[in-house]
């Protein structure tokens, strides 16, 4: 049975995080990330209204493993680039590669990043772990779990992000009848824009039904 751990490595651990760096209240978000023996495309979103994208963009092109980045997508609040990377040199995602693991989720801050990476046994998890520790690459493990849903990961498929943005909602009354909340207060106390609420409340309501109640119906058929 596959097995999926969730762990915190420190941004200057691994190549990425160091090519990746970002400030406080700014963090990043993978969109895919299909890492290959040496070489990958990875896709992600930069959540920051403040920061210089020239500065952002013109810091990534100064690594040697980073052959181009694009931008693909700019918005207000945020910015999805694709970055053709040489993964080789990235000793944590050579021990992911290592021990056929694959990358569920990653999102980045300006210290540490939080991935869901998911192996088909134990086995390899054991051996990614002592590869990490054979390269000098400390992490913290978080949770090690058996999904009962092969896409689900521990709250229903919801990123961390999502689950943040759906509990705030619902403590805070944004479901309520009468609402005593809205949008742009819960945007205050996230750190994003009311438009950026309001796509991740409807891609966390996505997945909670999709690994919930759809998951249901399609063991009924």
């Not at 760096?21 to 992600?44: C, D, K, N, S």
């Not at 910015?79 to 569920?104: C, H, K, P, R, T």
């Not at 689950?163 to 996230?190: H, N, Q």
Request: net charge negative.
């Amino acid at each position: 049975m596959s097995v999926i751990v969730e762990l915190e490595v420190a941004a200057h651990e691994f190549d990425l995080g160091r090519i990746l760096q970002v400030p406080a209240g700014t963090h990043i978000e993978m969109e895919a990330v299909v890492p290959a023996a040496e070489r990958t495309i990875p896709l992600f979103w930069v959540y920051s209204a403040d920061i210089d994208s020239d500065t952002f963009e013109a810091s990534i092109r100064s690594h040697k493993s980073v052959n181009s980045i694009t931008a693909v997508d700019i918005f207000e609040d945020r910015a999805l680039y694709a970055m053709d990377w040489a993964v080789g040199s990235d000793q944590f995602f050579q021990a992911v590669v290592g021990n056929e693991g694959s990358i569920l989720n990653a999102t980045g801050f300006a210290r540490e990043w939080d991935f869901e990476v998911r192996f088909a046994s134990h086995d390899d998890l054991g051996s990614f772990r002592a590869d990490l520790d054979d390269d000098g690459v400390t992490f913290e493990v978080m949770r090690v779990y058996n999904p009962t849903r092969p896409d689900a990961g521990p709250w229903y498929g919801l990123t961390p992000s999502q689950r943040e943005a759906l509990v705030l909602a619902v403590e805070a009354g944004y479901y309520d009848i009468p609402r005593t909340c809205t949008t742009v207060e819960l945007a205050d106390k996230l750190g994003i824009s009311d438009q950026a609420v309001t796509e991740r409340l409807r891609r966390a309501i996505v997945n909670v039904v999709s690994n919930t109640l759809l998951a249901a119906e399609d063991k009924k058929d």
